[in-house]
């Protein structure tokens, strides 16, 4: 408007090319702004992130895709289906922890930045194999062994290579 018209105005609107929530505002009323400086800051919480933080010991339960459920204590009966899409790669060697970045849909915007949850991941994928109790493995020290009972009251051992441990 200032190089169609050539008249200096004393108040400015503008329009955000976006759409979303003002999370910050710097801008007030009398203020002026040298160029470039943040005026708003806007975010789209129709997705939310969340971070969780696995121990290294379980980190290998966690993977890209996985599912979660999140709860709140603020909210209860409601539940929010989300997925992980990105587990860090480093360890906080204080904690010993890996953060794993969740993300869930918002439509009605009950969640919040800095808001605390409960997260339930979703049960690993192991693939195929068998499941036997902790106490029918034999472990021998250099292999690992199971009973396999046959006709006629007879045992025979078989090796097998054992994989996660559950709960």
């Known amino acids: 408007q200032l190089a169609r018209e050539g008249v200096v105005q004393k108040t400015l609107t503008y329009y ?14 009398g203020k002026a702004f040298p160029a470039g400086q943040l005026l708003y800051r806007i975010a789209d919480l129709s997705k939310v992130w969340a971070n ?3 121990y290294e010991n379980q980190i290998h339960c ?3 895709g996985q599912g979660a459920t999140l709860t709140l204590s603020e909210l209860p009966g409601r539940t929010f289906q989300g997925n992980v899409i990105y587990i860090y790669p480093y360890l906080d ?3 010993r922890t890996v953060k794993v970045r969740l993300e869930f849909e918002n439509p009605d915007l009950l969640l919040m ?4 949850g409960r997260v339930k991941l979703d049960p690993h ?9 902790r106490t029918a493995v034999m472990h021998t020290g250099k292999r690992s062994l199971v009973y396999v009972a046959l006709a006629g009251n007879r045992f025979e051992p078989r090796e097998i290579r054992t994989g996660m441990r559950l709960d």
């Open 16 to 29: 955000s090319p976006f759409s979303g929530i003002v999370v910050e505002k710097k801008a007030f009323e």
């Open 52 to 54: 969780v933080f696995i």
């Open 62 to 64: 966690a993977y890209e």
């Open 93 to 95: 060697p204080k904690s």
């Open 113 to 116: 930045p800095d808001m605390f």
């Open 125 to 133: 994928r192991m693939g195929e194999g068998l499941s036997v109790p």
